[in-house]
Each structure stands twice: as C-alpha cells, then as structure tokens.
C-alpha cells in the first residue's frame, strides 16, 4: 500500500520557519523524483521544490529560491522541505509528490497534505 504522509505544518508568523516531513511507504522511494507543491485558497496547486532520484541538481519555483530547501534520505524514506523567512503568501496546503517514469507509462502518488499558515 502506497502511502506518502506530511508532517510538520502550522501557524507561523511572518518571518518565520517551519520544516515540513514527507514519509513515503509502499514503494521504491530511491527510485522516484520527490517534489512538494502548495495550493492556496482559489488558486491552482503549484509546484513549490522538486529533487530527483539520483544525484543531480534541485529545482525551486522563483517565489522561494533562497528560502526554502528541499532533501531527502533515501535510507529513512523522507523528503524534507525546510521553509525559512516565510511570508504570509506563503500559506497553503502543501503536498509531497512522488513520480517514476518508466518506459511510456509515468507512476505519480501524492500525500494528503499538511496546512502551513503564515500570519502575525
């Protein structure tokens, strides 16, 4: 049984961190990209951070490039998403994704999220 849970969101101020956890299970997690997304209230679910399978290079959507900083461990089965000085546009729901290509057919699970709300 697959299973991706989040962890790790609340109501921080403005200026602010909090380090949301992804536990993934029922899979080969070491084989797939881990991404986390967001969606705010009235607006479409975005692609926040993205970290491939193997070694390579981290991506990060413009509004959180230098704040925030995605990981994971293979060895535990966790992604990490570490969110520093954050802002109240920041607040959403937030999601852990995970994503394998294989040939022509692509395998894609996502978590239930965990809600993170900037405010003072």
């Known amino acids: 049984q697959v299973q991706l849970v989040e962890s790790g969101g609340g109501l921080v101020q403005p200026g602010g961190s909090l380090r949301l956890s992804c536990a993934a299970s029922?899979?080969?997690?070491?084989?797939?990209?881990m991404s986390w997304y967001r969606q705010a209230p009235g607006k479409e679910r975005e692609l926040v951070a993205a970290?491939?399978?193997?070694?390579?290079?981290?991506n990060y959507a413009d509004s959180v490039k230098g704040r925030f900083t995605i990981s994971r461990d293979n060895a535990k089965n966790m992604v990490y998403l570490q969110m520093n000085s954050l802002k109240p546009e920041d607040t959403a729901v937030y999601y852990c994704?995970?994503?394998?290509?294989?040939?022509?057919?692509?395998?894609?699970?996502w978590g239930q999220g965990t809600q993170v709300t900037v405010s003072s």
């Open positions: 994704k995970a994503v394998r290509s294989i040939a022509t057919k692509q395998y894609a699970y």
């Open positions: 029922g899979f080969a997690f070491s084989s797939y990209a």
């Open positions: 970290i491939p399978s193997t070694d390579g290079s981290t």
